[in-house]
């Protein structure tokens, strides 16, 4: 008789396994804890939960390419809750203000789709005079968000890239 209730029990799981097998996994929820596998929506979520005490924390990464003959950047940086908020966040006002003007923000664009100098910017349409545009570029320069590499060239330095391409994708309304 036991042998009756275990193939019974074993016929059950496998319909039950062979059900789980051939449904879609549901989509794990926006504050729910998803399976750790390699397609896991919350990775990055999971993880910083799972090396950050106290009421928790921040981090952005990016793996970016600049372009195809470019090596891959991969940058990530981490704060915890309570390094956020106990910090003074009007020192970052001057950095947030560069990107805050919609010039600065095609310029930055431009550099980043390959015009280097201010007369390649001259060149495209509404930047302005190269006195409007020194302007600007002086602007993210001191902010931090530009970078001279020669005389008269610039670029968006290296550990930029990620912050400001996770401020952007922050600020828009693209999923």
């Given at each position: ?64 390419r600049a372009s195809e003959d470019h090596e891959p950047l991969e940058w990530q940086y981490g704060h915890p809750v309570e390094r956020l908020e106990g910090s003074d966040w009007s020192r970052l006002a001057p950095r947030l203000d560069a990107l805050g003007n919609p010039v600065r923000l095609k310029l930055l664009h431009e550099i980043w789709n390959g ?61």
């Amino acid at each position: 008789m036991a042998d009756d209730k275990t193939e019974q029990r074993l016929a059950d799981l496998e319909a039950r396994v062979a059900a789980l097998e051939s449904a879609d996994p549901p989509a794990p929820s926006r504050g729910g804890t998803a399976p750790a596998s390699a397609e896991d929506t919350f990775f990055a979520v999971n993880e910083l939960r799972r090396r950050v005490g106290g009421r928790g924390g921040v981090l952005y990464a990016g793996t970016v390419r600049a372009s195809e003959d470019h090596e891959p950047l991969e940058w990530q940086y981490g704060h915890p809750v309570e390094r956020l908020e106990g910090s003074d966040w009007s020192r970052l006002a001057p950095r947030l203000d560069a990107l805050g003007n919609p010039v600065r923000l095609k310029l930055l664009h431009e550099i980043w789709n390959g015009a280097g100098t201010v007369a390649e910017l001259a060149e495209l349409p509404g930047f302005g005079t190269t006195g409007q545009i020194y302007h600007h570029v002086n602007q993210l320069t001191s902010a931090g968000w530009l970078a001279p590499t020669r005389r008269g060239h610039y670029s968006i330095p290296a550990e930029r890239i990620v912050p400001l391409l996770v401020i952007l994708a922050a600020a828009g309304d693209t999923p």
